[in-house]
C-alpha cells in the first residue's frame, strides 16, 4: 500500500524517524529536481505519496551506490551531511564547464532555441489552427448546399486538407524563424 499523499516536510520527517537518508525537506526538493523522485510519487499539486517515493529512492539510492556515484554520508545533529573530496568537487565543476561550453556551441550553431521562442511560436500556431478552424464554417457552408452527401464530404475533406497544409506551412516558417534569430543572438554573444 503506497499511503496518502502527505506534504514534502511531513514526509522527510517520516525518512528521518526511520533513520534513512533524505530527511530533509529541502533533501526531498533535491531528489525532486534531479529526478529520483516522479509521478505517481510526486502529486501535481507536490505532495508526496510516501510507498511509492521510498520506492524509487531506494531504487536511485541503490543505482548511485551500485555505480559507484554514491557520496559518503556522515551525520551532524540528525542531519545527513554529503562530504565530497577536493577531486569530486572540481570533476563536478567541470563537468558543468563541460555541458555549460556544449550549450552554447549548440546554441550558436541554431540548435538549441530558447523555450520562450518557441513556446510564443507554438501559440502562434495554435491561434492561426483555432481561428481557421472556426472560420471554416462559415466559408464552407454556403458551397455545400444543394450538393449530395459524398459532394459534401468531398468539399470538406478538401477544405480542412488546405487549411491544414497553410497552417503547417506556417508554423515551420515560424521555427524556422526561431532558429535563424537564435543564431543570431549567439553570434552577437
Known amino acids: 500500500?503506497?499511503?496518502?499523499?502527505?506534504?514534502?516536510?511531513?514526509?522527510?520527517?517520516?525518512?528521518?524517524?526511520?533513520?534513512?537518508?533524505?530527511?530533509?525537506?529541502?533533501?526531498?526538493?533535491?531528489?525532486?529536481?534531479?529526478?529520483?523522485l516522479l509521478p505517481p510519487a510526486v502529486t501535481a499539486s507536490g505532495q508526496i505519496v510516501p510507498g511509492l517515493a521510498d520506492a524509487q529512492l531506494a531504487e536511485s539510492h541503490g543505482v548511485a551506490a551500485a555505480l559507484g556515484d554514491e557520496p559518503?554520508?556522515?551525520?551532524?545533529?540528525?542531519?545527513?551531511?554529503?562530504?565530497?573530496?577536493?577531486?569530486?568537487?572540481?570533476?563536478?565543476?567541470?563537468?558543468?564547464?563541460l555541458r555549460n561550453e556544449q550549450l552554447q556551441y549548440y546554441r550558436r550553431a541554431g540548435e538549441l532555441v530558447e523555450a520562450a521562442e518557441v513556446?510564443?511560436?507554438?501559440?502562434?500556431?495554435?491561434?492561426?489552427?483555432?481561428?481557421?478552424?472556426?472560420?471554416?464554417p462559415s466559408r464552407i457552408v454556403p458551397e455545400l448546399q444543394g450538393l449530395s452527401m459524398h459532394e459534401q464530404?468531398?468539399?470538406?475533406?478538401?477544405?480542412?486538407?488546405?487549411?491544414?497544409?497553410?497552417?503547417a506551412e506556417g508554423a515551420a516558417d515560424g521555427i524556422a524563424h526561431c532558429v535563424e534569430a537564435e543564431k543570431e543572438r549567439g553570434a552577437t554573444r
Open 153 to 167: 464530404t468531398l468539399l470538406l475533406e478538401g477544405a480542412l486538407r488546405e487549411m491544414l497544409e497553410s497552417l
Open 72 to 97: 559518503t554520508p556522515s551525520s551532524t545533529n540528525g542531519v545527513l551531511v554529503e562530504r565530497l573530496s577536493l577531486a569530486e568537487v572540481r570533476r563536478a565543476r567541470e563537468e558543468l564547464r
Open 1 to 36: 500500500m503506497e499511503g496518502a499523499p502527505v506534504s514534502l516536510r511531513r514526509y522527510a520527517r517520516s525518512r528521518r524517524e526511520r533513520n534513512l537518508p533524505i530527511g530533509t525537506h529541502v533533501g526531498v526538493k533535491k531528489a525532486i529536481e534531479r529526478g529520483a
Open 119 to 136: 513556446g510564443k511560436v507554438l501559440f502562434a500556431s495554435a491561434r492561426s489552427m483555432r481561428d481557421a478552424a472556426l472560420g471554416l
